[in-house]
Every structure is written in structure tokens, then in C-alpha cells.
């Protein structure tokens, strides 16, 4: 048997437990076994939670004037108490799992949550809820959705203009680029056909500098060659009255 001052250390102890607690699980067993009982510490301890059975005459004394009062009805007969100080999403998970696969030996008398008092019902709502950090982020996803679309639109306007520009000058700087082999083509077909061209107009020329000379060379040659005939018939010219008078003289002769 407990001393006195035992028994209120005991107190002493689960009031400052329900002081610095949230949330409460009240739990009676029955035929609980040793190996079954360690099981379901461990998982509670995993969650953050405090897990003791106690005396209902301690457990109404602990929790006068706490957010806990309103379960004293309920400290009757063999009484279990889980705490936590966390959210009540994983100890809820942890005591639904366990009153459905010890349902002939655990028993939900009632729970607190935030300071109200709940049902079993209201315990497995509670446990199929995303965990606190999931319902921030998706709390979050929700608060930053707007701005974020707000500022994909925004972004869009100079990004779309940017790549309209982009596009734009693309298309602008390809005729260039495309005109500019074509003027380079046609300088190299004109440099490609500026010596053929050269080379007709001299061919063109030459004869017809060589026509010239030769008309030239004919002319003094008609010059020369024209004296020439005119001496031949001068002195053929000569000749034949030269021959004429040697005629006449013959002819006098014999007329004597």
C-alpha cells in the first residue's frame, strides 16, 4: 500500500502531465496481456504520447480546474489515460488501430481534444485526417496558389514578348542573310563574266584595229601601185609613138 506521500507524489506527477497536455485518450482494458499491453506503449510512445493507468479518486483531483474536467464522470472502474501534448491526429491514429484489434479487451470511454470532449466516432474522424505538417503544406498550397498564378501570368507577359521579339528578329535577319549570298553570287557571276567580256571586246577591237591597218597598208599600196601603172602606160604611151614615128620615117622612105 502506497504512503501518503507517495500517493501525492503521484498527483502531483499527472497534474503536471494534464497541464502540459492537449489532448487525452480515457481507456479502460480488460484481460490485457503483458506482450499486448508493451505493443501498444511503444506505438503510443512513438507518437509523443504519455501513456499510465491510474487510480480514479488521483485522476479526479487532477483534473479539477484543467480542460480535462469535464471527463471525470467517466473515472470509473479500471482507468487508462493516454496524453500528448502534440496534435491529436497520430494519437487518435494509434488508439482507433488498437480499439479495433483489441475490441474485446481495450474500451474508449471518452477523449478530449483542444479542450473538447469527443466520442469514438469523432476519435476516428480525427485519426483519418492528414497529419499536421500535411494540412500545412496543403494550407499553404492553397494561400500561395493565387499568387503563384498571379505571377505565372505576370512572368508570361515579358517572357511571351521576349520570344516574340526573339521571333521577329529571326525572321528579320534571314532575308538579309539570304540576300546577302544571293548579291555575293551575282558579284561573283559578274567578276566571272567581266573577262569573258574583256576578252570579246578585244577580241572585237583587235580585228578591228587589224581592219584598219590593213585598209591603211591597202590604201598606200593602191597609192603605190597606182603611179607604178600610170608610169607602165606612160611609157607604153612612149613606146608606141616611138614606134609610130619609126613607122612614119619608114613610110617616107619608101615613098622617096
Known amino acids: 500500500m502506497k504512503s501518503k506521500a507517495r500517493k501525492q507524489e503521484d498527483l502531483n506527477a499527472l497534474t ?8 487525452a485518450m480515457v481507456l479502460s482494458f480488460n484481460g490485457l496481456t503483458v506482450d499486448k499491453d508493451q505493443r501498444f506503449r511503444n506505438e503510443l ?3 509523443g504520447a504519455q501513456y ?25 472502474g479500471v482507468t487508462s489515460i493516454a496524453l500528448t501534448d502534440q496534435e491529436p491526429v497520430d494519437l487518435s491514429k494509434v488508439v482507433a ?34 497529419s499536421k505538417e500535411v494540412l500545412i503544406a496543403k494550407l ?13 501570368v505576370l512572368n508570361a507577359v515579358p517572357r511571351d514578348l521576349a520570344i516574340v521579339v526573339k521571333q521577329v ?15 555575293e553570287a551575282k558579284t ?21 584595229d587589224v581592219s584598219a591597218e590593213e585598209k591603211v597598208e591597202e590604201k598606200a599600196e ?18 608606141e609613138a616611138t614606134e609610130e614615128k619609126s613607122d612614119a620615117g619608114d613610110s617616107g622612105d619608101a615613098k622617096e
Open 16 to 23: 503536471e502531465q494534464l497541464k502540459n497536455s492537449t489532448s
Open 45 to 47: 510512445r512513438e507518437t
Open 52 to 76: 499510465s493507468v491510474v487510480k480514479n479518486t488521483l485522476a479526479r483531483l487532477a483534473v479539477k480546474d484543467t480542460p480535462f474536467e469535464e471527463a471525470t464522470e467517466h473515472f470509473v
Open 97 to 130: 488501430k488498437y480499439l479495433k484489434e483489441y475490441k474485446d479487451i481495450l474500451e474508449f470511454k471518452t477523449g478530449v481534444v483542444d479542450g473538447k470532449v469527443v466520442s469514438f466516432e469523432e476519435v476516428n474522424i480525427i485519426a483519418n485526417l492528414p
Open 140 to 152: 499553404l498550397y492553397l494561400l500561395n496558389a493565387p499568387a503563384q498564378r498571379l505571377a505565372t
Open 169 to 183: 528578329s529571326e525572321r528579320t535577319d534571314a532575308p538579309a542573310e539570304e540576300a546577302k549570298p544571293e548579291a
Open 188 to 208: 561573283e557571276e559578274k567578276s566571272e563574266e567581266a573577262p569573258v567580256d574583256a576578252v570579246d571586246a578585244k577580241s572585237d577591237e583587235k580585228p578591228a
Open 222 to 239: 593602191t597609192v603605190e601601185k597606182k603611179p607604178a601603172d600610170e608610169e607602165k602606160a606612160d611609157d607604153e604611151s612612149a613606146a
